[in-house]
């Protein structure tokens, strides 16, 4: 199995490439702007370096957001260019659920027991992007995640306890990791990688998820900001 997988629903930029052996090259860097011009080069630059023809591969992997909504757009479009290019399934993952397997095998290499990661990545506007997750045996599994208030999170999730905090939106919204004083960790610095796209697919391909390109829809959350951008006639 070869798999190339992409992100650019945040602020960084990132591919990864994977094969049975796991990840085998990848490139992440934080650059705020730039995206659109820089992913395909980034894909060409990294598959000639591991001498794979994109004819070799046999899926493509994106985070399919939430995120910002240009980035969003950018990373589902290039991807589903590709995989339509190709003709391999297009296998969409959360950056939510991203940003918590990094957190997850964070706080699992520092040896802490945690019963799950709640993502909080600033969505601007007062909100956040929030996300649960549970972990089973290395898989990560989303609960639900959403576009909320830090009040209405608080409200939501304030009961349980022995989490792992991860995200932006945790320093961007000071409170709202005050009202968590007592999670097991808090990575604020954790993003979303094509690294971590990649394992996570990875897994649902394994496990027989074949998804046609055509099928993967964008997670924007905001629905007014992606109405607004594409007008009704």
Request: aromatic share 6%.
């Amino acid at each position: 199995m070869r798999l190339l997988a992409l992100d650019t629903a945040t602020e960084a930029l990132s591919v990864a490439l994977m094969d049975e052996s796991g990840v085998i090259a990848d490139r992440f860097e934080v650059i705020g702007r730039g995206h659109a011009e820089r992913v395909l080069p980034w894909v060409q630059a990294l598959m000639t370096d591991a001498d794979w023809p994109m004819s070799s591969l046999d899926a493509i992997a994106v985070g399919r957001g939430p995120g910002a909504f240009t980035g969003v757009r950018i990373g589902v479009s290039a991807a589903q260019g590709l995989a339509f290019g190709l003709n391999v399934p297009l296998l969409g993952v959360s950056d939510l659920a991203a940003v918590a397997a990094g957190a997850a095998a964070r706080a699992t290499q520092a040896r802490m027991s945690f019963g799950g990661v709640l993502v909080a990545l600033d969505a601007r506007m007062g909100e956040v992007y929030a996300a649960l997750t549970r972990h089973d045996q290395g898989r990560v599994i989303l609960e639900w995640e959403a576009l909320l208030s830090p009040p209405a999170l608080h409200a939501r999730v304030g009961g349980l306890e022995s989490l792992v905090l991860a995200g932006h939106g945790f320093s961007a919204h000071p409170t709202l990791a005050e009202a968590f004083s007592g999670s097991v960790a808090c990575y604020v610095d954790e993003l979303p990688s094509a690294r971590l796209v990649a394992r996570l697919a990875a897994a649902d391909y394994a496990a027989g998820h074949r998804p046609a390109a055509e099928a993967l829809e964008p997670v924007y959350l905001r629905d007014d900001v992606a109405n607004r951008a594409t007008p009704k006639t």
